[in-house]
């Protein structure tokens, strides 16, 4: 008897996340840091092994190490499995025609083989850019019970937002009749999560059509979709309630962030029913000094506070020296604000030094944007940066960026 | 390094029947996040030891729920790693070990499959940070057959410890047991490195004479004849000796220079166990005070430790205090000088206090 899984996850975390500008500079948009001790990733992994599902592809392509060193065998999702558990996949050579991932459905094409090494009966698609808790077996029952191709999640949305995302135009048995991309004017506002389960003999057949289709963009929004429905598959949409946020913009990431800060935050990391996994951070406990003035804040492990923090999320083994005031903020691991500085409204990556008594940022109430440090810099005493500015180098003492 | 380390995770346990009655030494929770058995576990893994054996002897479930597969100390392995050495119930009917010599005796077994050239014996009375391959090639360089650990500390409760004394080259001329010290003075830290061959010698032979204790009848009487040697760690030794004692050094780690000894390389390997991070609500002022993940808190936290997933709630004070795991405060309750064990519940304005010599405890569970 051939060995199978009923349902195979396939993760699409290739993507660059360029409206993340310095944050995904070295790194791939699912690797970057949430909520002071997790990464993107950590949701929809998390999300799998919660859902029962313990077979997952992660395609990978651009600045994959720190996702590839992050992911490493599974273990911290219970993902380390003899048969199935997560699996990278990377854009490999062939015999004859070796390419990079082109578009998301080509990405899934091009890996058919490891699908099928699972004999599974579905395939779920995911990508790698959403804060959410969902549990997947709930849509896969939808998907057997509705006798479906292809069922599509959806979420509703603002009508002014429905322009931005793929909208599902549905009969009131919740099948699809119309797929409209970023349309203009928008006939629903039930937006693609870009979460799909696929009959598995479907995909197989969709993505060899769309591949030899020279036209094709080879993205399944745009494409493989539409192409199903011209075809006539039944295709469901399955309706998702819940926090659900997109985080992949600065100021996204900085809400989605802020969300975690809520007394009853619609979304809670801590909600013992649903736990998010992640690789933890070896640390001790953060240590609160004689100085310390935390208000309203998420801190994580081995952070050392002197300071004053409020309204801010702190990933671990952040420093916050004394007389240093952090507001608003996120502040990614390792990272130190000396003595003095003062970080407004902004968004700082791992590993980055803030000299003493620099400026980041402005106050919340009248900064035009957020401001952003990318990895690794060194900011300058008395430096400082203006509100809205994105920063991906050093800043010399005393300079204005 | 050809060394095998073995963990002894019971032998003190009367040292604080308070918080071991239900658990082993090794499994008393320290320093928010820690068992103490993480300070042994840690050291020897990152001295390079691979195969760790940890003898038990009985409340071992919390022990085992820690250690689980091994694998948060890297110590899941194909070849040696963790292994649990519970009670070998010997088929003369002596049941459970009495002493340290007779626990030996009952891994013989688990030593001569073994194939490294030494045996490190730790306790899990200790918080330190220590390169114990320092100590084999001090072990080496003396030609020693026996070299023990040793520091100086004061030790309220030394009638239960051994004080060393050592001639220049460090070669032990007197050990001492029950006997009260004032001060500090020199005493055993329950290390040892041993030959793997040498020890499986001296069990033997101390099976056949019927010695009864490794420390009597081997280290005290053949002080003059064996080649024991004293390594002195100058480092941050504390040696939890009593409910007292477990305190101070608890609220040692408040101090930067000590949690930057034992933590600053952050190589001190705990279970993990994907709590949220801890969350400070706008009416918190914490200060001077250790907290773990998971945490909640609302209200005044001064000079104490709080353990993971503790909860504080509005108008509260909590000073001098340490709180266990899972433990749950309600509104406007003052807590001085406490030790919560796990899952206490302390309803809203309960006032509990206790003074430094002598914390207040409440016992695992309890509710208040």
């Given at each position: 008897?051939?060995?199978?899984?009923?349902?195979?996850?396939?993760?699409?975390?290739?993507?660059?996340?360029?409206?993340?500008?310095?944050?995904?500079?070295?790194?791939?948009?699912?690797?970057?840091?949430?909520?002071?001790?997790y990464?993107?990733?950590?949701?929809?992994?998390?999300?799998?092994i919660?859902?029962?599902?313990?077979?997952?592809?992660?395609?990978?392509?651009?600045?994959?190490?720190?996702?590839n060193?992050?992911i490493?065998?599974?273990?911290?999702?219970?993902?380390?499995?003899?048969?199935?558990?997560?699996?990278?996949?990377?854009p490999?050579?062939?015999?004859?025609?070796?390419?990079?991932?082109?578009?998301?459905?080509?990405?899934?094409?091009?890996?058919?083989?490891?699908?099928?090494?699972?004999?599974?009966?579905?395939?779920?698609?995911?990508?790698?850019?959403?804060?959410?808790?969902?549990?997947?077996?709930?849509?896969?029952k939808?998907?057997?019970?509705?006798?479906?191709?292809?069922?599509?999640?959806?979420?509703?949305?603002?009508?002014?937002?429905?322009?931005?995302?793929?909208?599902?135009?549905?009969?009131?048995?919740?099948?699809?009749?119309?797929?409209?991309?970023?349309?203009?004017?928008?006939?629903?506002?039930?937006?693609?999560?870009?979460?799909?389960?696929?009959?598995?003999?479907?995909?197989?057949?969709?993505?060899?059509?769309?591949?030899?289709?020279?036209?094709?963009?080879?993205?399944?929004?745009?494409?493989?979709?539409?192409?199903?429905?011209?075809?006539?598959?039944?295709?469901?949409?399955?309706?998702?309630?819940?926090?659900?946020?997109?985080?992949?913009?600065?100021?996204?990431?900085?809400?989605?962030?802020?969300?975690?800060?809520?007394?009853?935050?619609?979304?809670?990391?801590?909600?013992?029913?649903?736990?998010?996994h992640?690789?933890?951070?070896?640390?001790?406990?953060?240590?609160?000094?004689?100085?310390?003035?935390?208000?309203?804040s998420?801190?994580?492990?081995?952070?050392?506070?002197?300071?004053?923090?409020?309204?801010?999320?702190?990933?671990?083994?952040?420093?916050?020296?004394?007389?240093?005031?952090?507001?608003?903020?996120?502040?990614?691991?390792?990272?130190?604000?000396?003595?003095?500085?003062?970080?407004n409204?902004?968004?700082?990556?791992?590993?980055?030094?803030?000299?003493?008594?620099?400026?980041?940022g402005?106050?919340?109430?009248?900064?035009?944007?957020?401001?952003?440090?990318?990895?690794?810099?060194?900011?300058?005493?008395?430096?400082?940066?203006?509100a809205?500015?994105?920063?991906?180098?050093?800043?010399?003492?005393?300079?204005?960026? | 390094?050809?060394?095998?380390?073995?963990?002894?995770?019971?032998?003190?346990?009367?040292?604080?029947?308070?918080?071991?009655?239900?658990?082993?030494?090794?499994?008393?929770?320290?320093?928010?996040?820690?068992?103490?058995?993480?300070?042994?576990?840690?050291?020897?893994?990152?001295?390079?030891?691979?195969?760790?054996?940890?003898?038990?002897?009985?409340?071992y479930?919390?022990?085992?729920?820690?250690?689980?597969?091994?694998?948060?100390?890297?110590?899941?392995?194909?070849?040696?790693?963790?292994?649990l050495?519970?009670?070998?119930?010997?088929?003369?009917?002596?049941?459970?070990?009495?002493?340290?010599?007779?626990?030996?005796?009952?891994?013989?077994?688990?030593?001569?499959?073994?194939?490294?050239?030494?045996?490190?014996?730790?306790d899990?009375?200790?918080?330190?940070?220590?390169?114990?391959?320092?100590?084999?090639?001090?072990?080496?360089?003396k030609?020693?057959?026996?070299?023990?650990?040793?520091?100086?500390?004061?030790?309220?409760?030394?009638?239960?410890?051994?004080?060393?004394?050592?001639?220049?080259?460090?070669?032990?001329?007197?050990?001492?047991?029950?006997?009260?010290?004032?001060?500090?003075?020199?005493?055993?830290?329950?290390?040892?490195?041993?030959?793997?061959?040498?020890?499986?010698?001296?069990?033997?032979?101390?099976?056949v004479?019927?010695?009864?204790?490794?420390?009597?009848?081997?280290?005290?009487?053949?002080?003059?004849?064996?080649?024991?040697?004293?390594?002195?760690?100058?480092?941050?030794?504390?040696?939890?000796?009593?409910?007292?004692s477990?305190?101070?050094?608890?609220?040692?780690?408040?101090?930067?220079?000590?949690?930057?000894?034992?933590?600053?390389?952050?190589?001190?390997?705990?279970?993990?166990?994907?709590?949220?991070?801890?969350?400070?609500?706008?009416?918190?002022?914490?200060?001077?005070?250790?907290?773990?993940?998971?945490?909640?808190?609302?209200?005044?936290?001064?000079?104490?430790?709080?353990?993971?997933?503790?909860?504080?709630?509005?108008?509260?004070?909590?000073?001098?205090?340490?709180?266990?795991?899972?433990?749950?405060?309600?509104?406007?309750?003052?807590?001085?000088?406490v030790?919560?064990?796990?899952?206490?519940?302390?309803?809203?304005?309960?006032?509990?206090?206790?003074?430094?010599?002598?914390?207040?405890?409440?016992?695992?569970?309890?509710?208040?």
């Amino acid at each position: 008897m051939q060995r199978k899984k009923e349902c195979v996850a396939m993760l699409l975390a290739g993507g660059q996340g360029s409206r993340l500008y310095a944050l995904t500079n070295n790194i791939a948009k699912p690797a970057v840091p949430f909520g002071a001790k997790y990464r993107i990733i950590d949701f929809p992994l998390s999300n799998c092994i919660n859902s029962g599902i313990d077979t997952v592809g992660v395609l990978t392509q651009y600045q994959p190490l720190m996702l590839n060193e992050y992911i490493g065998n599974g273990q911290p999702w219970d993902l380390d499995r003899n048969f199935g558990g997560v699996h990278i996949l990377s854009p490999y050579q062939k015999k004859s025609k070796s390419a990079w991932y082109e578009g998301t459905a080509n990405a899934i094409y091009q890996n058919l083989n490891f699908i099928k090494m699972y004999n599974p009966e579905y395939v779920l698609i995911l990508s790698g850019d959403h804060i959410y808790k969902m549990d997947y077996s709930k849509m896969l029952k939808a998907h057997i019970d509705t006798n479906a191709d292809c069922t599509i999640a959806a979420i509703e949305v603002p009508l002014k937002e429905a322009s931005r995302f793929g909208i599902l135009n549905t009969n009131p048995d919740g099948s699809i009749y119309e797929f409209e991309e970023k349309p203009k004017q928008p006939k629903s506002t039930l937006a693609s999560m870009g979460v799909y389960i696929f009959t598995a003999e479907k995909l197989y057949k969709y993505l060899e059509e769309d591949e030899n289709d020279p036209e094709s963009s080879k993205d399944f929004g745009k494409n493989v979709l539409p192409a199903m429905l011209n075809a006539g598959e039944r295709m469901f949409a399955y309706k998702f309630e819940g926090y659900w946020k997109d985080v992949g913009t600065i100021s996204s990431l900085w809400e989605a962030n802020m969300d975690l800060l809520d007394e009853q935050p619609a979304f809670d990391v801590a909600d013992a029913s649903w736990k998010i996994h992640s690789r933890n951070p070896l640390a001790p406990p953060e240590y609160l000094g004689e100085k310390a003035d935390v208000k309203n804040s998420m801190i994580a492990l081995g952070c050392e506070i002197y300071g004053s923090v409020e309204n801010s999320v702190l990933s671990s083994n952040v420093v916050i020296e004394e007389g240093a005031v952090v507001k608003d903020s996120v502040i990614m691991s390792g990272t130190r604000v000396r003595s003095g500085a003062t970080v407004n409204y902004s968004i700082i990556d791992e590993d980055v030094v803030v000299g003493e008594k620099a400026v980041i940022g402005e106050d919340k109430t009248i900064a035009k944007g957020i401001a952003v440090l990318g990895r690794n810099i060194c900011v300058g005493a008395g430096a400082s940066v203006a509100a809205g500015n994105i920063v991906d180098k050093d800043i010399k003492e005393g300079e204005e960026a | 390094m050809s060394a095998v380390g073995v963990i002894f995770s019971n032998i003190h346990d009367e040292n604080i029947p308070e918080l071991s009655h239900l658990r082993t030494m090794g499994s008393l929770p320290f320093g928010g996040r820690y068992r103490l058995i993480d300070f042994a576990l840690s050291n020897l893994v990152n001295s390079g030891v691979t195969t760790v054996g940890i003898i038990t002897k009985n409340n071992y479930q919390s022990l085992m729920d820690h250690l689980g597969s091994g694998k948060d100390w890297d110590l899941a392995r194909k070849t040696g790693g963790l292994i649990l050495l519970p009670p070998f119930g010997a088929r003369d009917g002596e049941g459970l070990y009495k002493n340290r010599l007779e626990a030996l005796k009952g891994i013989t077994g688990f030593l001569n499959r073994r194939n490294e050239e030494y045996v490190i014996l730790c306790d899990c009375d200790g918080v330190y940070r220590m390169d114990l391959s320092e100590v084999i090639d001090f072990h080496e360089e003396k030609q020693a057959d026996i070299t023990l650990v040793c520091h100086n500390e004061e030790i309220a409760n030394s009638r239960n410890y051994t004080t060393v004394k050592s001639d220049e080259s460090g070669r032990v001329t007197d050990l001492k047991i029950n006997e009260t010290v004032r001060g500090s003075d020199k005493f055993y830290s329950n290390i040892m490195v041993i030959g793997r061959k040498f020890l499986l010698a001296l069990i033997d032979d101390a099976v056949v004479h019927g010695y009864k204790s490794f420390r009597e009848d081997i280290l005290l009487r053949r002080t003059k004849t064996l080649k024991i040697y004293a390594y002195d760690f100058a480092g941050y030794h504390a040696t939890i000796d009593s409910l007292s004692s477990y305190f101070t050094h608890n609220m040692e780690l408040l101090e930067k220079p000590v949690r930057d000894e034992l933590f600053g390389a952050r190589d001190i390997y705990t279970k993990v166990r994907d709590s949220a991070p801890s969350k400070y609500g706008d009416d918190s002022a914490v200060k001077n005070s250790l907290i773990s993940d998971g945490c909640i808190v609302e209200g005044t936290v001064e000079n104490s430790i709080l353990f993971r997933g503790v909860k504080v709630g509005k108008g509260t004070v909590v000073r001098n205090s340490i709180v266990m795991q899972d433990t749950v405060i309600g509104d406007n309750v003052s807590l001085n000088c406490v030790i919560t064990d796990k899952n206490v519940v302390i309803r809203d304005r309960r006032v509990l206090s206790g003074c430094e010599v002598q914390p207040y405890f409440l016992a695992k569970g309890t509710m208040i």
